[in-house]
């Protein structure tokens, strides 16, 4: 089992900074893959970004060369900073992970953080 726990949420104004941070716990160790996806009122779910143990990276194509992810493997966490925001990036950010026992894939998701862009 791994718990997932997100903060940093907050109201920014156009073109503002913001850093998320998400930390896990339970079997840490367990994790291969962390990430980020959004979810806007009246949207389906959307990737932001993932990280591998590696360090490797992935965006999604709204926030490509704006956010930036980040992982400390030790401490299981995980952080989104968030440059030149938009009114379009105002979404519920929900931290992922995804664990693998046995060849048994399992994905875990946090509660979610409220990031509202003001225009």
């Known amino acids: 089992q791994v718990q997932l726990v997100e903060s940093g949420g907050d109201l920014v104004q156009h073109g503002g900074s913001l850093t998320l941070s998400c930390v896990s716990s339970?079997?840490?160790?367990?994790?291969?893959?962390m990430g980020w996806y959004r979810q806007a009122p009246g949207k389906s779910r959307e990737f932001v970004a993932a990280v591998g143990l590696s360090g490797n990276t992935k965006y999604g194509e709204s926030v490509k060369g704006r956010f930036t992810t980040s992982r400390d493997n030790v401490k299981g966490t995980i952080t989104l900073q968030m440059n030149n925001l938009i009114t379009e990036d105002t979404a519920v950010y929900y931290c992922?992970?995804?664990?693998?026992?046995?060849?048994?894939?399992?994905?875990?998701w946090g509660r979610g953080t409220q990031v509202t862009v003001s225009a």
């Open positions: 992922c992970a995804a664990t693998d026992v046995s060849g048994t894939d399992r994905l875990y």
């Open positions: 339970g079997s840490v160790g367990l994790i291969y893959v």
